[in-house]
């Protein structure tokens, strides 16, 4: 997938390793690979050609610190329980 998305192979071993390591261990599953990740490769290889502006290297770190960013405001969001069903913005 790194390859496709224009990422260096390095990337995608890297990413696998440690997706599989952390969700492992977070998950404490053994089977931690779902999701349908070839429809990422377009996404990613869009993202990491808008933000280098031609520039595959650019674009590689501005696609790797949005996608940091992201994480971290989806792992805050689950913390204070943003996706609860009777959230404090619905009508009891």
């Given at each position: 997938?790194?390859?496709?998305?224009?990422?260096?192979?390095?990337?995608?071993?890297?990413?696998?390793i440690l997706?599989?390591?952390?969700?492992?261990?977070?998950?404490?599953?053994?089977?931690?690979?779902?999701?349908?990740?070839?429809?990422?490769?377009?996404?990613?290889?869009?993202?990491?050609?808008?933000?280098?502006?031609?520039?595959i290297w650019?674009?590689?770190?501005?696609?790797?610190?949005?996608?940091?960013?992201?994480?971290?405001?989806?792992?805050?969001?689950?913390?204070?329980?943003?996706?609860?069903?009777?959230?404090?913005?619905?009508?009891?």
């Open positions: 997938m790194a390859m496709a998305s224009g990422f260096p192979p390095a990337a995608g071993m890297v990413g696998a997706g599989g390591l952390v969700i492992s261990r977070i998950k404490g599953s053994h089977l931690t690979i779902t999701g349908p990740a070839a429809g990422l490769v377009t996404a990613l290889c869009a993202s990491v050609h808008t933000l280098g502006r031609g520039d650019t674009g590689y770190r501005h696609t790797l610190a949005a996608v940091i960013v992201a994480g971290v405001l989806q792992a805050l969001s689950g913390l204070i329980k943003a996706g609860r069903t009777r959230s404090c913005f619905l009508p009891r």
